[in-house]
């Protein structure tokens, strides 16, 4: 369970650390595997979300899963990759929240994870979470916790020699 004044502080403002639904790179699931390494190089992500058209999350996909299909077409040229759809290769999502304020299920996930989909009741894509925005708020928290409380060493008994 995470301490209450660290979570205080994390939670200042869970959407500061969600990134929105409308700038994050995705792609759909009847794009072509070369449209999605360009969305993939143009933007620098390792992954990102495929949505359905009525933005539902319909599963992930990395730049690994397309370039493994890029070295299994002879002669491993690009525009063979315009032959493969994203729904070939994407990932399912095992991961994902429903709510940014639900941080110590956020953290847990983090740690094997580069971001979390955040969607809503019905699987619509609502935005990420990412390790980089919550290190971002374990700074401030690092940075400022004296700011806020007195923070006190507890009394620790000793063993007797």
Known sequence: ????????????????????????????????????????????YTRIPVLAPDDHLQGLLALSDVTDNLLRVPGAAVENLNQILVSDVMRPVTHWVDDPTKLEKILNLLVDEPFLP???????????????????????????????????????DTPAN
């Open 1 to 44: 369970m995470i301490d209450a004044a660290v979570e205080q502080l994390l939670r200042q403002d869970p959407k500061s650390y969600v990134i929105p639904a409308e700038v994050v790179a995705n792609v759909t699931a009847t794009n072509t595997l070369e449209h999605a390494l360009m969305v993939l190089s143009k933007v620098g």
């Open 118 to 156: 955040l969607v809503d009741d019905q699987m619509v894509f609502q935005g990420i979470i990412t390790r980089r925005e919550i290190l971002k708020r374990v700074n401030y928290l690092a940075h400022n916790l004296n700011r806020q409380y007195t923070v006190t060493p507890k009394m620790v």
